[in-house]
């Protein structure tokens, strides 16, 4: 290994715009079941599932009609 580096020439990386930032959420037992159950289905990871629908509620400004009794 060397002492020094020279990063002059590096490139930045044209993907860190898109990296995922990790949180920390919370959701109820039924809901982690559904989505897992869906993501065996389609055959990927259950939280990229979470992700692409939250990320398709954001991009079509979806909003949740909620009525409190």
Known sequence: MRDE???S????NSYAKRLKKQITIRLNEETIAYFK???DEEG???QSLI????RDCAEHHR???MEWS
């Open 44 to 46: 990927i990871p259950y």
């Open 51 to 54: 992700n692409l629908y939250l």
């Open 37 to 39: 159950a869906l993501a």
């Open 5 to 7: 580096y020279d990063f």
């Open 63 to 65: 909003k949740l009609k």
């Open 9 to 12: 020439k590096s490139v930045k």
